[in-house]
């Protein structure tokens, strides 16, 4: 078949610069009840990937701590490594909203200090909005932010950098006051101005909960299937980790048995010197 010509507005998409996802667009998305996909991600490798993907919110999550760094906590994540990976990160976007996760200690001390922080993560890596966790204890921060214009999102439920205060991952908001607190902070972030809500590690019941009575999206991981978007680690949920294996998290692929697997072939053919071959030679 004879390929026809483009036509003005088909060249006018093709060269059009593609717009980044907004805040006010993952708002509409939750009236509209179209859900919301987001991923982690650390470099911008991984990023472009997802990003061509299609994945709407890309989190740059202090769970780089555990996946890059190799800690078994979130704590030791400084505010200059989240800087340097969201940059990475922002390199390999063109679409997706980038948002920063806010370290341990980087929004506790004031909301003079968090606004501080998450200017610099605006300003010096590029992110499109910061995260923090916590409800009531964080709401002057999260109110000092928005009006100066620095989209945020909240964070309930399971949250990592309390993992001493708590000392298990455990479900969270089983307990008739836990589950009334965790209402009780969604609306408060809501009323501080957060565009939207990660709901972690909470009955499903009680997210569908938090989900209808706020009108921003709530974005579940191990939260059921009634919130307004769903987040996983990306190295979890395409099987590169394998001490990690809570029931939250569907394999989308077993990376990890596929990644020994080329790289023992390679070795053996270097140690056989069946690599390089002529034709990979100059
Ligand atoms: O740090 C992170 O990756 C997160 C997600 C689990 C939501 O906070």
């Given at each position: 078949m004879e390929e026809q010509p483009l036509s003005d507005s088909e060249i006018h998409a093709h060269s059009a610069p593609i717009r980044r996802v907004t805040t006010n667009q993952l708002g509409k998305m939750k009236r509209k009840g179209q859900p919301i996909a987001a991923l982690t991600a650390y470099d911008a490798l991984i990023a472009r990937i997802f990003d061509d993907a299609g994945i709407d919110v890309i989190l740059v999550g202090d769970s780089l701590g555990n996946?890059?760094?190799?800690?078994?906590?979130?704590?030791?994540?400084t505010l200059d490594d989240i800087i340097y990976h969201t940059r990475a990160v922002n390199r390999g976007v063109r679409r997706a909203l980038v948002v920063a996760d806010m370290p341990f200690m980087s929004y506790q001390v004031s909301p003079e200090e968090a606004f501080r922080n998450a200017g610099r993560l605006m300003k010096e890596a590029g992110a499109g909005a910061v995260k923090i966790e916590g409800g009531k204890r964080v709401a002057d921060a999260v109110g000092r932010m928005t009006e100066a214009g620095i989209p945020v999102m909240g964070h309930l439920g399971?949250?990592?950098?309390s993992i001493y205060q708590f000392g298990t991952y455990r479900v969270r908001g089983k307990e008739t006051n836990e589950a009334e607190n965790i209402l009780a902070d969604a609306k408060l972030l809501e009323e501080a101005g957060a565009f939207a809500i990660v709901l972690e590690k909470i009955p499903a019941e009680l997210a569908a909960r938090v989900t209808a009575s706020v009108e921003i999206p709530t974005i579940g991981i191990g939260a059921g299937a009634r919130c307004d978007g769903q987040i996983l680690v990306y190295a979890d949920m395409l099987g590169l980790s394998v001490d990690f294996r809570p029931r939250f998290v569907r394999l989308y692929d077993s990376l990890y048995g596929r990644v020994t697997d080329a790289a023992k072939r390679y070795a053996d053919d270097v140690r056989l010197r069946n690599f390089p071959n002529d034709d990979e030679s100059y």
């Open positions: 996946v890059v760094q190799g800690h078994e906590t979130t704590i030791p994540v399971l949250t990592p950098q």
